[in-house]
């Protein structure tokens, strides 16, 4: 039997180094294990605490929004509680655009709802992709957006806006202004009253979840302020009467643009300012500035004979003249000063300062004035207003121009006191009748209903009540406008009629027609001023044209406002006269022209 063989015994030291070399391995495998925690703690300290504010910040920026709460603008009131401006509630679709890119095939879904191209909307999308947001639509109706927001689209959100909604259109159009599609005042009073009606809007924080929806409101951060009302020393309904008229004598005499002012007499108040042609402030879009330009304080023109008035304010005042002081030869109607030919549109022998108004002499005008002393006739038409803001606060208002009394020339001081070589707007020439017709006490024209209006002496108030005398033989038969009368009401106006100024000259046959007026005569209560510019049809005298403007607004208003008659049984065209013949004032009989129908004879 053979022995079994034997397996020979390894030796020490190798089994030693297997051993120390499994160790080794299960020492590196702890060790990285141990790294790996003590990397994982680090890793969780760093996230938990040092880090932590940073990143609850980036978690917040994708899942916690701070959104504003649209804030509604104040209402815009007339005189008589009638709305003239009103926010109403829109929704403006809003969106992510990469969350409405990942679901492309939403797209024309969406587009079609929007009533857009599918194509227009994902290139408006990829334009925008980098951004976390963009409006699709701003301003929608409520239920057009909800038919948008119900398709579920991701990335899709609307948005609580409000937009700015004009009830009377263009009729008060230029009064108003108009807001921007982010409901700031861009023109007009929303303009200047801006800040007060705007309000301020809140701001709240809300979750949203990934697709960009609302989920939560976290907290209100800030309240919202509403805009405050505003009520207006407007009357809807005479602004609307006004606006009716000039528009439709602007149509009929073929004229180019248009305004018309009416001031209460006793406070200044506006108690209507129309501009033409208009616009829709609703649809701004489209329109130009010579539609949106309120002409009644932005543009200015030559007054023509309506300056008369003022001219003879100062005669009065340097104690030469009275009403009834027969000085004043006009001759044969031409007289020729510095070159110049001043004429009459008739002859008119001897005049009185109320025989000049109402005749609308040139002549009478221009030789008072120079009898007077220059720095006197400026100051009293400074003290009218003339060359300077009226202090409406309406936006753009123009001064404006009255050259500086010390620098006239004596053909400038002649042709001034019949209104050539200044400029008036509309609202600067009805603040200056006021004047007159409130017993020479001036205020300062305003948009806002009861304000505090003191006003200034601008002339005695004998002085005053003489001129508007002397103002109403002006619409009386023998005077140039007797298209300015109405019914049962005493009237005191003047009429006027200018060449238009064209670069260094006048054109020859462009006229602006004019005419400014105070009712009723003996208790002034309203002034209206009437400026047509350029007609083509049907004459140009302001006697003709901007007159019976003037009759038809004012004889409205004076019912509307349920004025008290002061002219019953006395003259009015068409209708009986008194005994004494029915004039007013202080003209005696003589002094007032045989032909209703004369006409103003205004030229430069």
């Known amino acids: 039997m053979n022995p079994r063989p034997r397996i020979p015994a ?92 990942e679901n492309a095939d939403r797209i024309p879904a969406l587009a079609q709802a929007l009533g857009t191209n599918p194509d227009d909307l994902k290139s408006y999308l990829e334009q925008r992709a980098d951004r976390e947001f963009a409006y699709l639509r701003r301003q929608m109706s409520p239920d057009a957006a909800q038919a948008v927001l119900a398709l579920g689209v991701p990335g899709v959100n609307g948005q609580r806006e409000y937009k700015r909604y004009y009830p009377s259109g263009e009729v008060t159009a ?37 697709m960009g929806h609302i989920v939560e409101d976290v907290e209100q951060v ?27 004598q602007i149509d009929d005499v073929q004229a180019d643009s248009g305004a018309m002012v009416v001031l209460d007499v006793h406070t200044g108040e506006i108690l209507a300012m129309v501009s033409l042609p208009t616009y829709n402030p609703n649809t701004v879009m489209g329109t130009n ?30 104690g030469k003249y009275t009403p009834t002081t027969p000085l004043v030869d006009t001759g044969n109607g031409h007289w020729m000063f510095y070159g110049k ?48 803001s009226t202090g409406s606060g309406f936006p753009g208002e123009s001064s404006g121009y009255l050259k500086v009394g010390h620098a006239w020339r004596p053909i400038e001081k002649a042709t001034m006191a019949y209104g050539y070589g200044m400029n008036v707007t509309p609202l600067q020439l009805a603040t200056a009748y006021s004047a007159l017709a409130d017993d020479g006490v001036m205020h300062s024209p ?99 044209v901007s007159a019976p403007v003037f009759q038809r607004v004012m004889s409205g208003a004076l019912r509307l406002l349920d004025v008290p008659p002061d002219n019953i049984g006395r003259w ?16 005696p009989q003589q002094n007032v022209g045989k032909d209703a129908e004369v006409v103003d004879g205004d030229s430069p």
Not at 22 to 29: C, F, N
Not at 357 to 382: C, P
Not at 512 to 521: E, K, Q, R, T
């Open 10 to 101: 390894k030796p020490a030291a190798r089994r030693q180094g297997v051993g120390s070399s499994a160790r080794r391995r299960m020492l590196l495998v702890v060790g990285l294990l141990g790294a790996a925690s003590v990397g994982l703690v680090a890793r969780a300290f760093d996230l938990q605490v040092v880090r932590k504010q940073f990143y609850q910040d980036q978690g917040d920026a994708r899942f916690l929004r701070e959104v504003p709460i649209a804030v509604s603008r104040g209402t815009i009131f007339d005189r008589n509680g009638e709305p003239l401006a009103v926010s109403t509630p829109m929704v403006s679709i809003t969106v992510v655009p990469s969350q409405v890119l």
């Open 174 to 210: 230029h009064v108003l202004g108009f807001t921007n599609i982010d409901d700031h005042g861009q023109e007009g009073l929303e303009l200047a009253f801006d800040s007060w009606l705007s309000g301020k809007p809140g701001a709240k924080r809300v979750i949203r979840d990934r």
């Open 222 to 248: 800030r309240a919202p302020q509403p805009g405050q009302n505003l009520t207006l020393s407007i009357d809807r309904r005479i602004q609307f009467l006004a606006y009716s008229e000039l528009k439709n």
């Open 289 to 318: 500035g010579s539609q949106r330009r309120n002409r009644a304080v932005t543009d200015v023109v030559e007054p023509g004979s309506t300056m008369k008035p003022f001219t003879m304010a100062a005669a009065l005042s340097s």
């Open 341 to 388: 030919d001043i004429r009459d549109d008739d002859p008119n022998g001897v005049l009185t300062p109320t025989g000049v108004l109402t005749k609308s002499s040139n002549i009478g005008a221009a030789k008072i004035s120079l009898s007077l002393d220059t720095q006197f006739v400026y100051d009293v038409y400074r003290g009218f207003g003339f060359g300077d």
């Open 446 to 544: 305003t948009f806002i209903k009861g304000g505090d209006n003191p006003g200034k002496q601008i002339v005695t108030p004998q002085i005053a009540r003489e001129l508007v005398s002397m103002l109403e033989t002006v619409t009386a038969p023998g005077g140039t406008a007797t298209r300015a009368q109405i019914a049962n009401y005493a009237v005191a106006g003047k009429t006027g009629t200018a060449h238009q100024a064209t670069g260094g000259g006048y054109a020859k046959n462009s006229y602006n027609s004019l005419f400014a007026g105070i009712v009723p005569a003996t208790n002034p209560q309203l002034i209206g001023v009437v400026v047509i510019n350029n007609p083509k049809k049907g004459g140009y005298f302001g006697a003709v």
């Open 572 to 587: 009015y065209v068409g209708g009986p006269l008194q005994p004494d013949g029915g004039l007013a004032g202080n003209a």
